[in-house]
């Protein structure tokens, strides 16, 4: 169960609950494990609900939607874990007449049975009617990892979600957390639904010290020898990632807990996040200084909080580990490699980019079963969990699959590591397969 860090970011919750009491919607951006889902998951406190009243004149259902919980991206499979969501939250923490949870379990089930995209959003779009139709307060959905889901659903949901937000105005109001602002170009870029949120952007910087005095209390810091406080203080320069990771990696190894693998994954994890153009500016700026910045540069580290004011970069642990991947030379070998503590995959001596949890649960899992055929069966089993069984077909493994070898293999359309095997499964061979029968690849 996550810690609830209720106390932590106050500062941003007062902004968020301003800004929904108004009516209008909100996002909320910022680079790997910066804690925007703690912030999400604690908005729908006690304490915030009442301030949020307050602020409104009117009361307020904030429900908590983990987009991770997401088995297909689909609209039916987004808006599933939405009306999921809503059930769970009214179930627990308030009192809704029993017509509207008897609609919502309606509503739910056709979309676990919706056979096209317009089944799927009638049947959410009468689950939210209802729902600010017969719950006597303003309804806020907290959409929590969200890129995923954004970038890859067609425009027909995302226009949804704004037709009901035009419907409803100030009774229905969103809050959405990714890694880059929705209008970035490498998520969707400029529009309808991103227009919702373009007043209300918010970087998500780096923790105060006295935040980050918190999270380690929340941790179990203060057990730890005090002259231990101010060292992971300076380590993670306000990173919350880093910051959790450092803290446990003091409980066991007091003397040595900057070189916990735990905490070199963290800082792999933030500089896989960071685009080539950006992992550049870290490297000038760790070899060279500030001056070597251009304007555009500067802004964007300084809005992730990568650097300081100053100029400097933000963790002296962080400026080691950058002028480490400066020494390590390019690897040459061939194949791929999976390093699980680092969350990191090499395809012939090169990184990919940063995998959604499916596409990485899917790849650790071939990998465990390098050279040997792993079933549908058991993919579906590891990677969406056995009560899915009976749920997830053929069609979604095949597209998971799909997406995954779009970003590891050299040419996707010729597979040479991720290899079919028609009518049982699929395999992940050690060595790239050049010398192959073309009926095996598809």
């Known amino acids: 169960m996550p810690l609830p860090f209720q106390s932590?970011?106050?500062?941003?919750?007062?902004?968020?609950?301003?800004?929904?009491?108004?009516?209008?919607c909100a996002a909320i951006y910022g680079l790997s494990n910066t804690g925007k889902s703690p912030l999400l998951r604690a908005l729908p406190a006690a304490e915030n609900a009442a301030q949020?009243?307050?602020?409104?004149?009117?009361?307020?259902?904030?429900?908590?939607?983990?987009?991770?919980?997401?088995?297909?991206?689909?609209?039916?499979?987004?808006?599933?874990?939405?009306?999921?969501?809503?059930?769970?939250t009214l179930e627990e923490v308030a009192e809704p007449p029993s017509e509207l949870l008897n609609h919502l379990h309606a509503h739910h089930d056709h979309l676990t049975v919706s056979a096209?995209?317009?089944?799927?959003?009638?049947?959410?779009?009468?689950?939210?009617?209802?729902?600010?139709?017969?719950?006597d307060c303003n309804l806020i959905l907290l959409f929590d990892e969200f890129d995923e889901v954004y970038t890859a659903l067609e425009g027909r949901p995302l226009l949804n979600l704004r037709a009901l937000k035009d419907k409803f105005q100030t009774q229905l109001a969103?809050?959405?957390?990714?890694?880059?602002?929705?209008?970035?170009?490498?998520?969707?870029?400029?529009?309808?639904?991103?227009?919702?949120?373009m007043v209300n952007q918010l970087p998500l910087r780096l923790l105060s010290e006295a935040d980050s005095r918190r999270v380690i209390d929340e941790l179990g810091g203060e057990k730890l020898?005090?002259?231990?406080?101010?060292?992971?203080?300076?380590?993670?320069?306000?990173?919350?990632?880093?910051?959790?990771?450092?803290?446990h990696a003091a409980k066991h190894q007091p003397t040595h807990f900057t070189h916990d693998p735990n905490v070199r994954a963290e800082c792999l994890k933030l500089w896989n996040q960071l685009r080539p153009e950006e992992q550049a500016a870290l490297k000038t700026l760790v070899t060279a200084s500030d001056d070597g910045l251009n304007p555009h540069d500067r802004?964007?580290?300084?809005?992730?909080?990568?650097?300081?004011?100053?100029?400097?970069?933000?963790?002296?642990?962080?400026?080691?580990?950058?002028?480490?991947?400066?020494?390590?030379?390019?690897?040459?070998?061939?194949?791929?490699?999976?390093?699980?503590?680092?969350?990191?995959?090499?395809?012939?001596?090169?990184?990919?980019?940063?995998l959604t949890d499916l596409e990485y649960?899917?790849?650790?899992?071939l990998y465990q079963r390098v050279d040997r055929l792993t079933t549908k069966e058991q993919i579906v089993e590891t990677v969406w969990g056995g009560q899915y069984l009976d749920r997830v077909d053929d069609a979604r493994i095949e597209k998971l699959?799909?997406?995954?070898?779009?970003?590891?293999?050299?040419?996707?359309?010729?597979?040479?590591?991720?290899?079919?095997?028609?009518?049982?499964?699929?395999?992940?061979?050690?060595?790239?397969?050049?010398?192959?029968?073309?009926?095996?690849?598809?």
């Not at 809050?175 to 309808?192: F, H, I, Q, S």
Request: glycine share 6%; with cysteine; net charge negative.
């Open 52 to 88: 949020y009243a307050q602020l409104a004149g009117r009361a307020g259902t904030l429900v908590y939607v983990d987009c991770n919980r997401v088995v297909e991206l689909t609209a039916a499979g987004f808006f599933e874990v939405v009306v999921r969501s809503l059930i769970e």
């Open 401 to 442: 699959v799909s997406r995954l070898r779009a970003k590891i293999e050299p040419e996707p359309l010729r597979p040479r590591y991720l290899l079919t095997q028609r009518g049982r499964g699929y395999k992940l061979v050690s060595r790239p397969a050049d010398d192959r029968d073309a009926e095996d690849l598809t």
């Open 116 to 135: 096209t995209p317009f089944q799927a959003s009638l049947a959410f779009n009468n689950a939210i009617s209802d729902t600010c139709s017969l719950l």
């Open 225 to 247: 020898p005090p002259n231990l406080l101010p060292q992971i203080l300076q380590a993670a320069g306000g990173h919350f990632g880093l910051l959790n990771a450092l803290t």
């Open 8 to 24: 932590i970011r106050s500062t941003y919750i007062t902004q968020l609950l301003s800004i929904l009491a108004r009516g209008e």
């Open 299 to 354: 802004s964007r580290l300084s809005t992730f909080g990568l650097i300081t004011d100053e100029g400097r970069i933000f963790s002296d642990l962080f400026a080691t580990f950058i002028r480490h991947q400066i020494a390590v030379p390019e690897e040459t070998i061939l194949g791929i490699r999976v390093d699980d503590d680092a969350g990191e995959v090499w395809v012939e001596g090169v990184k990919v980019s940063v």
């Open 361 to 365: 649960r899917l790849m650790r899992l």
């Open 174 to 197: 969103y809050v959405a957390a990714t890694t880059r602002p929705l209008n970035d170009p490498a998520l969707r870029g400029e529009n309808e639904f991103a227009e919702l949120f």
